[in-house]
């Protein structure tokens, strides 16, 4: 090898390496927290990533990728399964969702994390039971209500007087399935109060339904303390894949 030439490193061991030390934090937070480590799932989000790394981390035991956007995930959807025909990837839509795009989502997801609006919820009933209908899936769909922390409109979220009504009719959808709740910590601000927060709202959820169990809170820079608060679902991107953005498949 010349002097001064970059070392090749092999994608599977560097995702292997990440992959056991994301999941090695996971373990200690929940020992720190007094729970047991299979209290918290682990949701691998691959957004901007090829589906080369999705079939890798699949490779090594990772079932399941979140993804932002509904066009980029459906074209990874198809690609991974060119690569892993096998399958056996679950996947879960984080980010916002147009009701336009509820047909698509329908057909792949697993869980989708980012209902906010009761339009959105009736578009995505409507969408998951036609969906059925053409065997394109075989159940109803899991969601979550996404609860706003900080007000932000251009984060996505519903406010938390909104979340009664809403859990209300999401459970009544024949389509749905109300697994829980998801939140965003809010920028440049300590994460403490907003997860005790959401803990709390989970906590109100349960009392009216009791299966609504999911808490999907804490990314790289605060899952652990996410954990402290009672997250079910930790979404980790770039301690597992890296900063360096890579270009949509």
């Not at 899991?142 to 984060?155: C, E, F, K, N, W």
């Not at 906590?203 to 299966?211: C, Q």
């Not at 402290?228 to 770039?238: D, F, K, L, P």
Request: a neutral charge; hydrophobic letters at 45%; proline letters at 6%.
């Amino acid at each position: 090898m010349t002097a001064g030439q970059p070392v090749r490193v092999d994608r599977r061991a560097e995702l292997a390496t990440a992959l056991a030390e994301v999941r090695a934090r996971i373990a200690s937070a929940c020992a720190a927290a007094g729970r047991a480590p299979d209290e918290v799932s682990l949701l691998a989000v691959t957004k901007t990533r090829p589906a080369s790394d999705v079939a890798l981390l699949l490779d090594l035991g990772q079932c399941a990728f979140g993804e932002n956007r509904p066009q980029e995930a459906a074209a990874k959807v198809e690609q991974l399964t060119e690569l892993r025909p096998a399958g056996g990837a679950r996947w879960h839509l984080v980010g916002r969702l147009q009701r336009n795009k509820a047909r698509s989502v329908a057909s792949w997801a697993a869980r989708v994390e980012s209902v906010d609006s009761a339009r959105l919820a009736d578009a995505l009933d409507v969408a998951v039971l036609r969906a059925m209908d053409r065997g394109e899936r075989a159940a109803a769909l899991p969601v979550l209500i996404q609860v706003s922390l900080d007000g932000d409109p251009d984060r996505g979220g519903a406010p938390a007087d909104e979340l009664p009504a809403l859990a209300d009719l999401i459970a009544g959808a024949e389509g749905l399935r109300l697994h829980g709740l998801m939140a965003v910590a809010p920028l440049g601000a300590d994460p403490d109060r907003p997860f005790a927060t959401l803990a709390e709202l989970g906590g109100r959820l349960r009392t009216a339904h009791p299966g609504a169990r999911e808490l999907s809170s804490g990314m790289t820079a605060d899952f652990e303390r996410a954990i402290r608060y009672g997250s079910t679902c930790v979404r980790v991107g770039a301690a597992l894949l890296g900063d360096r953005p890579l270009a949509s498949p």
